[in-house]
């Protein structure tokens, strides 16, 4: 089935879950009213639905190559991301002056999903260099901003960053890539990085990488780490290109999923580089690029269990198996309903928590108030790990449905799985958003949590008298989740991070049972019996995690390197 991006699904949660209009009363946002938004809602679905859905197979069954030491990307990508940059879509986040349409970071959470459920490969690339158009407007100097930042928002230049090395993966402060000053002010940057997504490609003039590189005598760890923008072909002007860069890539990564997207192997030769803003304050600068990324790959994970539940579905309404009743389609069978209903449930949960991320993080740059920085700050890992944790169950879930033609390629839910299965994994694993949850997120004593708490209590009132029941289980599991929060705080680290992710697991079963429970109280029947599932089925899994965040780490610091021979 051709994937079809859920517009008015994405237009119910803005308006009735996540309430998106405390964005568009601010002063900042005002433009971004509710004729806009829905406007951009349709606009971006018609773009995933028609442009870049198509690229999906295309890229699984050809992928990128490097010929020559030029990387050709898949048959129809070159059109369907010329589509992406000619509307404008880049840009949708970024500041007016360079060319950017300064809409919220919540609308463009939602176009980053649909781009994900049509093709996850090719919607990795726009999303990169929306990261770095970021860190470039936050910390690089004038000249470096009117010079590459136009490019970088119409798209005909792109952005990566640059962390990882051979012995430097989760480890940051272990690379060895070094800069040294030329004396014009320029830096030459040598090294080579690995797992760099689009790290070329035939779709732009240009490639522009963000690359950490420690300085000379600077100090081991990630302290001593600087930023340099680093372009493949260095700039004359603000924007007419020169002669080549040093640098090249070496080779491409042979991947589980995602064969339409360039991942390479990078080699850096004293190329030339900037310094993106102070020496040896790398780290707070590509932190602004990850930090975006993670929320932005958290929308992934949830594009992808959309796509994949979509298929599913349309699977299961044509596929004739036993004696189901009815048609005899398996989607009437209970297992399949239940696999199907658990797709469509931890999808839309996921969707919410990202979308909620997403409005502190605007409500936080509109009113500059630390209570909303501090839920974004709070709500990034949970919206990043949950998202695709979500992301990859459902894709399993979808091949289960499609029974044993879900293992046979020619259907394509496999590839679901395969593609979505990285992102997990990068941009930060899963288990160190979990660390960084229950350590720097709870630094505070808890209070950004408590906070967050209260709020899904007192809304829970509003809807008890309506939702009983259901109102009464989110409540309790809210109730618990603050519990457990007291406890944690006054836990050391040890007891903190054998913990952790159940913490975040349990967090994210909350909000989900309190988005479920007012997407529910409009009184529309199809929600009410999702939310009911949800709320049943689902919820109560915050028990088992929170007991296992009570045990401590005892049991784990009992077990030994030898225990596993």
């Known amino acids: 089935m051709p994937y079809r991006a859920p517009t008015s699904e994405l237009a119910h949660c803005l308006d009735d879950v996540v309430d ?33 859905a198509p690229a999906q197979r295309q890229g699984d069954l050809h992928p990128v190559r490097l010929e020559n030491g030029v990387v050709r990307t898949s048959p129809g990508y070159i059109d369907a991301y010329r589509a992406i940059a000619e509307g404008g879509w880049v840009g949708l986040p970024a500041a007016s002056e360079y060319g950017g349409m300064g ?66 993966g989760s480890d940051v402060g272990a690379l060895r890539a070094t800069a040294e000053p030329k004396g014009d002010g320029s830096w030459a940057v040598t090294g080579q990085k690995i797992y760099i997504s689009w790290g070329d490609s035939d779709l732009v003039e240009n490639v522009c990488h963000l690359v950490l590189a420690r300085t000379p005598g600077a100090p081991a760890g990630t302290k001593g780490i600087s930023l340099f923008l680093v372009p493949k072909i260095l700039p004359i002007g603000h924007g007419a290109l020169g ?57 992934q994970g949830v594009g992808v269990a ?69 839920r974004a700050a709070l709500l990034t890992p949970i919206a990043k790990a949950f998202g695709t944790d979500v992301g990859c169950r459902v894709a399993d879930l979808g091949i289960q449905v499609h029974g044993g033609m879900g293992y046979v390629e020619e259907t394509g839910a496999a590839q679901f799985f395969r593609d979505v299965r990285v992102c997990a994994i990068y941009e930060g694993t899963n288990g160190i958003q979990a660390i960084d949850l229950v350590s720097r997120k709870l630094a505070d004593g808890g209070e950004a949590a408590y906070r967050l708490i209260d709020e899904i209590e007192a809304d829970v009132e509003k809807i008890r008298d309506v939702m009983p029941e259901a109102a009464q289980a989110v409540w309790g599991a809210a109730e618990t989740l603050r519990e457990v929060t007291e406890w944690l705080v006054e836990e050391k680290m040890e007891a903190r991070l054998s ?67």
């Not at 568009?24 to 809602?41: N, S």
């Not at 339409?260 to 990078?266: D, E, I, R, Y």
């Not at 159940?502 to 989900?512: I, N």
């Open 243 to 299: 002669p080549a860069n040093n640098l090249k890539v070496v080779s491409l990564e042979e991947k589980l999923g995602l064969h339409g997207s360039p991942t390479a192997v990078m080699s850096y030769e004293g190329a030339s580089g900037w310094l993106v803003g102070e020496e040896m304050g790398g780290m707070a600068a590509m932190f602004t690029m990850m930090n975006s990324a993670r929320l932005g790959v958290g929308a």
């Open 20 to 52: 998106f209009g405390q964005v568009q009363g601010t002063e900042r946002f005002g433009e971004a009213t509710q004729d806009v938004a829905l406007a951009i809602l349709d606009e971006a679905g018609k773009l995933a639905n028609d442009a870049i």
């Open 306 to 374: 959309e796509a994949a539940t979509q298929h599913a579905v349309a699977f299961a309404r044509e596929r004739r198996q036993g004696k189901a009743g009815g048609t005899g389609a398996i989607i009437e069978h209970p297992d399949v309903k239940r696999m199907l209903a658990t797709m469509k449930a931890e999808t839309f949960a996921a969707r919410s928590i990202a979308l909620a991320c997403a409005v502190a993080i605007d409500m936080g740059h509109a009113t500059e108030s630390e209570a909303w920085r501090a």
């Open 499 to 565: 913990g952790a992710h159940s913490y975040l697991m349990a967090f994210a079963r909350v909000l989900g049972g309190w988005y479920h429970l007012k997407s529910a109280f409009g009184g529309d029947p199809a929600r009410r019996a999702v939310s009911d599932f949800y709320i049943g089925r689902l919820l109560p899994e915050h028990e088992a995690h929170i007991a296992a965040i009570r045990i401590g780490g005892a049991d784990l610091q009992a077990i030994t390197p030898d225990h596993f021979a």
């Open 103 to 168: 809409l919220p970071q919540t609308l463009n959470t939602a176009v980053t999903e649909f781009l994900s459920g049509a093709c996850l490969a090719l919607a990795i690339k726009p999303l990169l260099s929306q990261g770095q158009i970021e860190a470039l407007e936050a910390h690089a100097s004038e000249e470096l901003r009117a010079t590459y930042l136009p490019k970088l928002v119409a798209g005909t230049w792109s952005g990566t960053m640059n962390l990882t090395e051979p012995q430097a």
